[in-house]
């Protein structure tokens, strides 16, 4: 009920009980249950349908929040989520290092200008959501950074950032943190099953099935570069942005200040698409084929512009054709959420985790 409520931003009595298929007294118990808890907020009755009126729910933003933080190959952030999915604060921070004490000092920096900027009482942070450029290794669940993020390799981090925010900590791999926000705050509105592609330096993706998360036994579900990789195709992530961008006379000392400034048109861009479109329409095909997806999303670090000139070049074949009528294709569309994917991702992970499915 809670996750319906989240999702749709408010909902009438009526539309709860019709969607959720319950009984009347049971949604009523329910909701009047979460009010005392202070979990919702109810508004002046109206009608949405001919009969009795039914009052309107909303989630009651200040009555939790989380935090949520990407760690990136050159990039930290962080955002301050409410409890009916606000984002309150956010702060972000280009880094020349990503050392442990490098990461944990600012991020340190970061919680004490949120709560100092927003006010809120401390008490109602339940804990940080965290998304890293990294795979699952073993038990207990270490990851695997690449090199730039080499300090925080084979270790288990959640005792680390749990140390430096003083709040639980959980931590995910950024693809499917990324997938997780989208699903709640984007594209996820309108399709139940996607896959999310996560470009960043590097590249990665997460899978929603039926609303949900799939991470796998490892949790490494989602690590599409991998499919490339095997099949010896191009690996055209923004790092390879950057390179094409450079060999038109554009310069930046980072990934990050290329996607602050990058504008679609710019000399070197179409060279990226004309390289990036063949690899990605090749995976595009595999999921259609494999997930059978509603849609797949392009996502992560890169801009909307470039994003949206992708999205139109993804090509994925037709099955042969049976009676006239071939199978279902997904959807190529642009990711929603906006601020940074994995942060909102990450704080929503950290909610979605105590209070909603």
Request: charged residues 20%; contains cysteine.
């Amino acid at each position: 009920m809670l996750d319906l409520i989240l999702k749709s931003g408010g909902e009438s009595q009526a539309t709860i009980t019709r969607t959720l298929d319950l009984a009347q007294s049971s949604v009523s118990r329910l909701l009047q249950s979460f009010q005392q808890d202070g979990m919702i907020l109810t508004a002046r009755r109206h009608s949405d349908r001919p009969g009795q009126p039914s009052a309107h729910v909303t989630l009651n933003p200040d009555f939790a929040f989380a935090l949520g933080v990407s760690i990136m190959g050159d990039v930290l952030a962080m955002t301050l989520m409410d409890f009916a999915g606000g984002v309150r604060a956010e702060r972000r921070a280009a880094m020349a290092s990503m050392s442990e004490a490098a990461v944990t000092e600012r991020l340190g920096d970061f919680k004490a200008s949120i709560l100092a900027e927003t006010k809120i009482d401390p008490q109602r942070v339940i804990g940080a959501g965290v998304g890293i450029s990294a795979f699952f290794v073993g038990e207990p669940r270490k990851m695997n950074p690449p090199a730039y993020l080499d300090d925080w390799a084979l270790r288990d981090i959640e005792p680390i950032l749990e140390r430096a925010l003083g709040l639980p900590v959980m931590v995910d791999n950024d693809g499917n943190a990324a997938a997780i926000g989208e699903s709640l705050f984007g594209v996820g509105r309108q399709y139940s099953n996607f896959a999310y592609l996560h470009l960043t330096n590097g590249f990665g993706g997460g899978i929603i099935a039926d609303g949900r998360p799939i991470r796998g036994r490892y949790g490494n579900a989602g690590e599409f570069g991998g499919v490339w990789t095997l099949f010896s195709k191009a690996y055209p992530n923004l790092d390879l942005l950057r390179t094409c961008l450079e060999r038109e006379g554009a310069s930046f000392e980072t990934v990050e200040e290329m996607v602050q400034k990058i504008d679609s048109n710019w000399p070197g861009v179409e060279a990226w698409l004309q390289e990036a479109a063949p690899p990605f329409s090749f995976l595009s095909t595999i999921l259609a084929r494999c997930f059978d997806p509603d849609a797949i999303v392009i996502g992560g670090r890169l801009p909307r512009s470039v994003a949206s000139a992708l999205a139109t070049r993804i090509q994925i074949p037709a099955a042969t054709l049976r009676r006239d009528a071939p199978a279902p294709l997904p959807s190529i569309v642009v990711a929603e959420t906006t601020g940074d994917a994995v942060a909102v991702g990450a704080a929503a992970m950290r909610l979605k985790a105590a209070f909603f499915t």
